[in-house]
């Protein structure tokens, strides 16, 4: 078992910054890689950003360049640096971390980005 806690987010205005914290516990050693996803009202859910236990990283088109993974392996703790913040990034954002039998998520953390 693996248990996830979100926090960070809020209120931001356009073009503001934003970091998500995901703090893992549990069996941690079973992880391989560990993501954001985010749910805009009406929508899929999809991958924002993602991270390997080896470090590699990749993003969605549409944050790249403004949203940035990462991880601290001493606090199990993977981050979400979002800079540039559009209304368009609105949206419920999930932690997620893949283990090789199961896929565990976060309770979700509301973004919302308006004026």
């Known amino acids: 078992q693996v248990q996830l806690v979100e926090s960070g987010g809020g209120l931001v205005q356009p073009g503001g910054s934003l970091r998500l914290s995901c703090a893992a516990s549990?069996?941690?050693?079973?992880?391989?890689?560990m993501g954001w996803y985010r749910q805009a009202p009406g929508k899929q859910r999809e991958l924002v950003a993602a991270?390997?236990?080896?470090?590699?990283?990749n993003a969605a088109d549409a944050v790249k360049g403004r949203f940035t993974i990462s991880r601290d392996n001493a606090k199990n703790t993977v981050y979400l640096q979002m800079n540039s913040l559009k209304p368009e990034d609105t949206a419920v954002y999930y932690c997620?971390?893949?283990?090789?039998?199961?896929?565990?998520w976060g309770q979700g953390t509301q973004v919302t980005v308006s004026s």
């Open positions: 991270i390997t236990s080896g470090g590699s990283t």
């Open positions: 549990g069996s941690i050693f079973s992880i391989r890689t």
């Open positions: 997620n971390a893949n283990t090789t039998t199961y896929d565990y």
